[in-house]
């Protein structure tokens, strides 16, 4: 032992020691596994479905019925006592059935032997001789083959013989046990009463029975056996049309987000807390009838965050607040993963994300916070400086000043670029100019010599505009009443009537514009858009010339003298030279830029052509082409980056300045929209390198909006099922749609399709409703106290209407005066054919079972008794009521009447469909949400019960035909 | 708080690679030529080992510091720290009690296990056995309390930055700031690999077969100690912590600002003799060759000279007791590693970029 290098002592104590810790290790790493996260939370989901599974079982015991319950339960005891009177019987029966199953049994084992054996021999005779006979060699087999034919033949006969054994014993089986259960009837029928009153509690105890935690379970889901088959498991769903690209290669996405969010799409968990909480909109996700079933879907789809991991902070939980985040990093250890690209979008973007898969339309219906970023988008013009694909051929969305001069005065114009705030509270356009990193005296006045820049530089572009309609003004009342009433608030705001919509909708705010416009213009334009801006959405009103007076007078006396009282910027050439030259300096013509070269072209430069070349440089600076059309820089790019992928944008690519905040996209975001030149604070920068985005200070709501927009556009590639294709119909309604929204049909109309409501019992409801307004009939605001007297709404339009009438209504709706009685006006929107021709389509696609695309009214023909009857439901029902026929109601009919509301019947024949109108009188709510006309026939009784023998069918039949025969010019 | 920020400033700017590097190298000779017998007592390696760890953990204190020390990747480094200070520590101490006892005329400490031969059952099997479960309980406590660093998927068009190659390659990577990559990539790794590859052809003295000793080999220890700590750890140590963001360099309690800039107007040697000294009147050459005549010239004469400085001056004895060939190669593997640290204190008295710098040819030195 002495010769052994080491001390055995010492080695054995090594060993014992390292024995122990391997064991503590081992014991460890099992309790680690054991206890992990979602385990705990599986444990936990047990305890709490038990408790439901349990209270279910508990509610369909109350809901039995104690006295049927009872008499079934006695109808059971007497049967039982019937049947043993005859037990005997019932015994032998017995017996006898066991003896013909043990028979039958022998019998059919031995029809199957025989028949396998004679499948064996078959095989034998085909694979020998049945390649010859199919070729047709069949005559010259040999005797051998015959001999084998034969052979077959004469087995078939053994096995038939065999089988008809078998099946006379199945036979004397049956009605063995035919008799049986006639001698057990009564049993059997109180028995199936039993059940009947206990389905529910029947399927309830079932359903907890399969969930009770039995001893194998618990065996089961132990330390180290639960390796084999545990009851606690990941859950996982494969995702079909979402693939996680890893650059090198793209994958199906897995998401195991359900094996914690146990109860995600079964209803029942409303209340309670995550991760037990079931879906708060399962009949629009994750439900198994909703569009977006789980197993297509998934979870990340939507919510993003890490959808393999399995542990709360590692799926990359988002907080959506700082409170959230405290009470996260206290029960959860919640901590930022740093390294997760596709982190949790908070909850409050979540909406923006639909985008992803909804790629081909304008709007998706019932996510009305991205529909109002999308708004946004549209109205504040983003696009106009930054790209975004499917952006490309929106119209620009500020006004041509290819002719401004004609309309605005230069004096107003450098007032309004330097701040439109100051000009009217609710300017669309954002102010460029003296923003927050404009900090020192010599910048301020480098922006005012840079305004005073692009006023000169855009009169000089200008056009000369004589306005061609000059008029007198008229009276303010009369004007201001006509703008409340016929529909300019379909569009604009005025603050007398309630800025309702904000700064962000179809058209410019008008409570300041009498200090804007001159009078020869407004009258101008009044009477016809066009003449001044041909590529103007804004539609004719057909207003006479004491009307436009009238308007005019009003919008003239609408005016802002504080404006008015500030004088312009003014700058000096000093200024402006050196303004000038810091753009030279850096002109690629002049590189390398010496001073003396720069100074040289700088001094040829008298006064007004320094100024047009300094606004020249600033146009092309601020991008004011992005979004207004300027002479020559029509095409020009927008000069913003582009954000068609900017909700995947790594957040290292934001620059944050010198600021110090949360690093997300959506934070960074919301800092920029908020004051988009912060990230200049604290930083030296040359004027020329200031930033330049222009500021439109958004308020919460509106950059949320915005944020959830920009999350929403990704470069992700999302394949069907997930991603949403159109169908056909889809595209054309969606063409439609577009048009709709070009011309704001839905600021007065409610329009079938655009954003859809969401059911009542919604949690989100009250939140989804008040942003619905912001993109949906608002000019039903000013008609609160009766919606019938504001623009009718466009439900099922596509079943009621034949095309060949709409298209020349929509052209010239004054032609056709429908319900004299509303004020509101259908605006002429001299559109392009195409696009009159896009809305009927989409109405009819719409409403899917309307024919397509045109019919030809037929004339109806009446028969007498057809004829009478009608005649007399009209009277009795008191049609003419509310509507006329081929005249115009007096105004004394109108007066406190509903005459004028209902449209007149001479139209009927050509407008409506026959189907629609039997609709509609069967059921005015359900064609027509809301209206006042009223249902006659409710659940098909007949008021009229001696007209037709009371038939409510035929009476509506006759009703329909007779208005649409009223239409047809007979009186 | 000044005084916090006093001490954390100084140490920041005390661990510039200039100023840590070159105090490196002058402890390094110190502790092996001076200072030896002090550094082999027992509660050197304690004080050490403490003063270590109170470093370490009262720097937690500051969160740039703690973020960098506790991320999985670096737990590792941290404890490889701890452990070359011990086993360089336990080399030299038993180095320093070998030479006593030869110096005294006595056996090595260790003259069996040097001299005869052992069992490998149980002496060798067991203990191999031993050190495995070791090794495995360490892995399975270290798995469990520390999740396994993954990051995001890599994609070829954003690259992390700091991009960082793994920690035991960080020296390698180190060496990519002083060199062009196909130096610092390629031949350098080549040459540590074929130069420990020839030790042991080239080493032939047979003294220290078995037990430590340095004063019997002196040459051997102090240089592959120099390349082992000085130029491979230490290069890992300013990979790992001290370079962040554009790989500059950054302080142990200096925020990793990815927009800090450093000056880096580095200047090639021919550059300097042309446009600097105005020799041709400050034109460059259009032939290269030409243009890098001197930057040859050092190359060539570093190495010439070099060679003939060690043959005839300082190496002398190696040269008669190893013969030409062996010689030779040493003097090339010796030189070739002082170059890193001479490389790296031109660039830092001097901004020299390249000695000799053709990219045409993608060829630079």
Known sequence: MDDRFYKKETLIKVFGFLAVAMLVASLWMILDDFGREWKGYQREFTVLKKKKLDKAVEDAKAAIDAGSLKKAQEELVSAEGVIKGHQKDVDDADKAIDELKTKEKIATGKYQDAKAIWDVQKYHYEADYGHNVAEGHGDHLGKKAEKALTRLEDNWKKVLEVRNQASVLQMELIDAQKKRAGLIAARTDAEKHLKLVRTELDKQELARDAEKFTLTKLIRSSPIIDLASPVFRLQQIVLPGIRDDFYFASVQRVDRCTTCHLAIDTPGFEGEANPFKTHPKLDLMLGSRSPHPLDTIGCTACHEGRGQATHFVRSAHTPQNEDQKRVWEKKYGWREMHHVMEKMIPLQYTEGKCRTCHKQTEYVPRAQKLDRGVQMVKSAGCYGCHRIEGWDHVRKPAPSLKRVKGKLTREWILKWIRSPKSFNNHARMPAAFHQANITTDEYKAYNDAEIVALGDYLMELSEDYAPNHPLALGSVEKGKELVASIGCLGCHQIDDFGQTRGRFGQAPDLSMVGSKVSRDWLTSWLKDPRHYWAATVMPSLRLTDPEISDIAAYLMSKRNSEFEGTAAPATTEETQRKVLRLYVQRDPKFAPATDEKVDKYIGTLDAHNLSLELGKNSVMRYGCFGCHEIKGLEKTPGIGVELTEEGTKPVNKLDFGLLHFEHTNFAWFDKKLENTRIFDSGQVKEYLDLLRMPNYEFDEPERGSLITFLLGQTAQKILPPAAKVLNAREAKMEEGLRVVHKYNCQGCHIVEGMFESLADEAPAREEHEKLKRLLEGRILVHYEEDDSLGPPPLVTEGRRVHPDWVYPFLQDPGRTPLRTKLKVRMPSFQMPNEEYNQIVSYWAHYSGDAEYPYRQPKAVELSPTEMEAAKTLFTKLQCLNCHTVNRNPTPEEMEGGSKGLAPDFIHASKRLRKEWVVALLQDPNKMIPGTRMPGFWPDGQSPVPDVLGGDSKRQIEAVAKYVLWLGQGHN | ?365
């Open chain 2, 1 to 365: 708080m000044h005084i916090v920020e006093l001490i954390t400033g100084t140490i920041n700017s005390l661990c510039q690679p200039s100023l840590l590097f070159t105090a490196a190298v002058i402890v390094f000779f110190l502790v092996l030529f001076k200072w030896r017998s002090k550094f082999a007592e027992v509660r050197t390696i304690i004080w050490i080992e403490v003063l270590m760890a109170a470093f370490i953990a009262v720097s937690m204190l500051h969160p740039t510091f703690r973020d960098i020390v506790t991320k999985p990747d670096n737990v590792p480094i941290v404890g490889m720290l701890f452990l070359i200070a011990f086993f360089t520590w336990l080399a030299v101490s038993k180095m320093v009690k070998n030479d006593d006892r030869i110096a005294a005329g006595q056996d090595v400490e260790n003259k069996k296990e040097a001299k005869e031969l052992v069992f490998t059952w149980p002496d060798l099997v067991f203990s191999e056995f031993l050190c495995s479960i070791a090794v495995w309980v360490g892995l399975v406590v270290w798995s469990i309390l520390l999740k396994a660093p993954l990051e995001e998927p890599a994609n070829p068009v954003e690259t992390p930055n700091p991009s960082k190659a793994p920690w035991y390659f960080l020296g390698l990577q180190e060496m990519l700031v002083y060199y062009d990559p196909w130096l610092a990539g390629v031949v350098f790794p080549g040459l540590i690999i074929v130069g420990l590859i020839l030790v042991p052809y080239i080493d032939i003295n047979p003294k220290g077969n078995g037990y430590f000793t340095f004063n019997e080999r002196k040459f051997s220890i102090t240089s592959f100690l120099f390349g082992f700590l000085i130029l491979w750890i230490l290069l890992i140590v300013y990979g790992t912590f001290l370079r962040g963001p554009n790989w500059n360099f950054f302080g142990p309690y200096e925020v990793w600002d990815i927009h800090k800039l450093e000056v880096l107007k580095n200047v090639n040697l021919s550059e300097y003799i042309y446009r600097e000294f105005r020799l041709l009147g400050g034109k460059m050459p259009e032939n290269v060759l030409v243009r890098e005549f001197f930057g040859f010239v050092a190359v060539i004469g570093y190495f010439v000279g070099g060679i003939w400085l060690l043959q005839n001056k300082l190496l002398k004895e190696f040269y008669e007791k190893l013969g030409k060939a062996r010689f030779y190669i040493l003097a090339f593997l010796v030189l070739s590693m002082a170059s890193l640290p001479i490389k790296m204190f031109l660039r830092w008295t001097i901004n020299l970029k390249y000695i000799v710098a053709i990219p045409e040819a993608f060829f630079n030195i």
